[in-house]
């Protein structure tokens, strides 16, 4: 017989569950990679803040729509998704019984994380260090020997060219999608039309059949074409980043459609391909020569979107920063840039997307720095962020310590021996 979950500690109106408790521990060793090992005292006391500051952002009446949360639920499908390889895999991998049961799961945690960070907002508005704060902290730090280590971090600047299918190869498929579109609409099967023609790889398990939400991870043009039909409609052939693409409407059940979808990727030759490597090869040779410099040859070259008016600059998807730790970046960037020095530019290389994009590229190696104790000068503004928090987390302190004292909180008797740095068992009342 399983044991049934118990409430450990009601905080206000927010309760903590055993099970809250063991994820909450289990997750923060994961993120850690096992280097945080942290007790069940510990970590009860954490959650109680959280539990805290969520109960009075609903007495202030902070404002969380359910745009932002589902924004936050949609990055972690995502992110989750890119892990495991599949939705259907992280569904199964968290013990859930569908994608709806996950999302539900998903919304409340990020709805009261939305909840806590925009109440730590509030309390801390207006708060700010000045530079001889920021002194007086590093000196503090250096005065204990305990001057955070920084991990060796590089800056890095792209050009890249994309290879494009010919004209005449965009309207052969646009040619070949029409056909398949009237002859499924004269009777023949969409499922075996799919197995045959489409370069989607899972068509050859499902026949290209899918479910569609507003909310789902499919790109936009997809899901405005799958809203856009009536059932049994099949749709003109239309672009996205995969390629070109058909749709069939099966059924609608409730917000959801059942389509199915052929794709065919324009083919692009291989001359193409060594076209753009010969031109960014001249661009690279251009660059070393001083003809033009990097960031010029950005703005008249490059076609990444993303980075072609930032002087090409990369970020990292991870901190939404320009800086990268070597120990944290992706594997095939990292095995790119590893030999490259400071001011230094790789040699072209070839790169395709997941959706089937084939380009050349060229990084150039912005600034580097080797992992080292924090210095005050050249590390400031990361000494000047770690001496803000700390006056953000004693003001969260101070606030807490407040507010604790009009707030009812039960604690369960197993937690009895814990020793919390906050008076959350009100024992000097």
């Given at each position: ?130 530079p001889e704060e920021v002194r007086i902290y590093y000196n503090g730090l250096k005065n204990k020997n305990e001057l955070p280590e920084f991990q060796a971090e590089i800056e890095l600047s792209q ?271």
């Amino acid at each position: 017989m399983n044991k049934i979950d118990g409430v450990d500690v009601v905080v206000g109106k927010n309760v903590v569950l055993s099970s809250d408790i063991a994820k909450f521990k289990l997750d923060i060793e994961q993120r850690s990679e096992g280097k945080i090992k942290i007790s069940d005292c510990e970590m009860l006391e954490q959650l109680m803040l959280q539990k805290l500051l969520s109960h009075h952002a609903v007495i202030d009446s902070v404002l969380v729509t359910e745009t932002e949360v589902n924004s936050a639920v949609d990055r972690n499908l995502a992110y989750f998704t890119q892990q495991f390889g599949s939705i259907e895999k992280v569904v199964k991998e968290y013990g859930f019984n569908d994608l709806k049961d996950l999302r539900t799961e998903l919304f409340s945690i990020e709805k009261e994380n939305a909840l806590v960070a925009k109440e730590q907002q509030k309390i801390n508005e207006g708060i700010d260090v000045t530079p001889e704060e920021v002194r007086i902290y590093y000196n503090g730090l250096k005065n204990k020997n305990e001057l955070p280590e920084f991990q060796a971090e590089i800056e890095l600047s792209q050009i890249v060219l994309y290879a494009t299918p010919t004209k005449e190869e965009i309207d052969r498929v646009i040619k070949k999608l029409s056909k398949l579109k009237k002859e499924i609409e004269a009777g023949a099967s969409f499922k075996l039309k799919a197995v045959l023609n489409s370069d989607d790889p899972s068509a050859a398990q499902n026949g290209g059949q899918m479910s569609v939400t507003k909310d789902s991870q499919f790109i936009k043009e997809f899901k405005e074409v799958a809203f856009s039909l009536d059932v049994g409609q099949v749709s003109e052939p239309f672009k996205t980043l995969f390629g070109y693409h058909i749709i069939q409407l099966h059924e609608i059940k409730g917000k959801t459609r059942i389509v199915s979808h052929i794709l065919i990727q324009p083919e692009i030759l291989d001359s193409k391909i060594q076209e753009i490597k010969e031109k960014i090869e001249k661009i690279r040779k251009d660059i070393i020569d001083g003809k033009i410099t990097f960031e010029e040859a950005v703005l008249k070259y490059s076609e990444d979107k993303d980075t072609k008016n930032s002087e090409g600059m990369i970020v990292n998807p991870y901190t939404n920063e320009t800086r990268f730790d070597l120990t944290r970046m992706d594997p095939s960037l990292y095995a790119r840039v590893i030999n490259t020095k400071k001011g230094e530019i790789t040699d072209p290389f070839y790169d395709e997307t997941q959706q089937g994009e084939k380009m050349y590229k060229i990084i150039l190696m912005k600034d580097r720095t080797l992992t080292h104790k924090a210095d005050l000068v050249n590390d400031y503004v990361k000494v000047q962020k770690l001496a803000l928090q700390k006056k953000k987390e004693e003001n969260i302190t101070k606030w807490a310590k407040n507010k604790i004292e009009d707030t009812y909180i039960k604690i369960s008797d197993k937690y009895n021996k814990c020793v919390f740095q906050k008076n959350w068992k009100k024992e000097n009342e």
